[in-house]
């Protein structure tokens, strides 16, 4: 089954800086990678999302590129806000065809004013 | 307002004694899911239902029951809970062909 490895595990960057997390996935049947944050006590959102036949998205500050070849996918968050911190997880699923979605480990992003 | 609710939000029970975690949507989902979140291991997916009397093991089922008699209703029920059941759990929906899942508030078990 897929396998999904998140790296760092924590991040802190100082308020502007850049911050770049990473993703490996296993199952080359995944073809869609989704990324949610998770501020304290609360539910994971949605903040980007990927599909297979796209190589880079970006959203104002976000950005997730996607290497297909190498099962690797990334978001890059620019010009860093307190405001960005918080737990980031990447996930990978087949999608629309399972109900199977599988998350990394997280990350514990601090953004630093 | 589109949601996904669960009940209750927090719960405090001892060793053995069945319960009940409901999770309801309002968005006409086909598909609903249950993730447990522990530190460092993220999300792991307990359950999945891709529409009313289907569903199927995520990844980790072991202890764990779930039913699809309606909808909008996916409840997660624990026969006989124990302390390695301790966890945040997150019911989530998306629709069928979509891929957005929206999660519940959580709910925050702690076994005895």
């Known amino acids: 089954g897929e396998n999904v490895e998140q790296h760092p595990s924590t991040l802190s960057v100082q308020e502007g800086d850049s911050a770049v997390i990473k993703c490996t996935y296993s199952?080359?049947?995944?073809?869609?990678f989704p990324w949610y944050k998770q501020e304290l006590g609360k539910r994971p959102q949605l903040i980007i999302d990927?599909?297979?036949?796209?190589g880079e998205k970006k959203d104002q500050r976000i950005a997730v590129t996607l290497n297909k070849t190498a099962k690797h996918f990334s978001l890059h968050i620019t010009e860093t806000q307190p405001e960005d911190s918080a737990v980031y997880f990447c996930?990978?699923?087949?999608?629309?065809?399972?109900?199977?979605?599988?998350f990394g480990q997280g990350t514990t992003l601090q953004v630093k004013p | 307002e589109a949601q996904v609710t669960q009940n209750p939000r927090y719960l405090i029970t001892v060793t053995g004694k069945k319960l009940t975690v409901t999770c309801s949507q309002n968005m006409n989902h086909e598909y609903m899911s249950w993730y447990r979140q522990d530190p460092g291991l993220g999300l792991r997916q307990i359950y999945y239902s891709m529409n009313v009397e289907v569903t199927d093991k995520g990844d980790v089922p072991e202890g764990y029951k779930v039913s699809r008699k309606e909808k909008r209703n996916f409840p997660l029920i624990l026969e006989s809970p124990s302390p390695n059941q301790t966890s945040l759990y997150f019911c989530a929906s998306r629709e069928a062909g979509g891929d957005t899942q929206y999660f519940g508030p959580g709910t925050r078990l702690t076994v005895l």
């Open positions: 199952d080359s049947a995944s073809n869609y």
């Open positions: 996930a990978a699923s087949e999608s629309g065809n399972t109900g199977k979605l599988i």
């Open positions: 990927i599909r297979s036949n796209v």
